[in-house]
């Protein structure tokens, strides 16, 4: 399974950006489907996560403000980024986990926040 990420760029603080992880595979099984982000000198987090019922979660930080989301019939994942900080820059990573399949990440995007 292959996975694209796009939608990242430099935005303003309070603006808003869409991220989209299209999977080369069916998601109508995966288990488990999210973002990562990864600050300069900082570790790798989750940002947001969407499992399969449908149930989702969120880091603190970003709760309110981000919403992930997934499309079964165009197979991506979405995140939807809204009043931007720039402690939110970062390069973002999707990652997919299908069914009985061990999990998949993505090249990353950047993303940038000017304050």
């Known amino acids: 399974v292959q996975l694209q990420a796009s939608g990242g760029g430099l935005v303003q603080a309070g603006g808003s950006l869409r991220l989209s992880c299209a999977v080369s595979?069916?998601?109508?099984?995966?288990?488990?489907m999210g973002w990562h982000r990864q600050a300069p000198g900082k570790q790798r987090e989750a940002v947001a996560i969407?499992?399969?019922?449908?149930?989702?979660n969120y880091v603190n930080s970003v709760k309110g403000r981000f919403t992930i989301s997934r499309d079964n019939a165009k197979n991506t994942v979405n995140l939807q980024m809204n009043s931007l900080k720039p402690e939110d820059t970062g390069v973002y990573y999707c990652?997919?986990?299908?069914?009985?399949?061990?999990?998949?990440w993505g090249q990353g995007t950047q993303v940038t926040v000017s304050s």
């Open positions: 990652m997919v986990a299908l069914k009985g399949r061990a999990p998949v």
């Open positions: 595979e069916s998601i109508f099984s995966a288990n488990v």
């Open positions: 969407i499992i399969s019922g449908g149930s989702t």
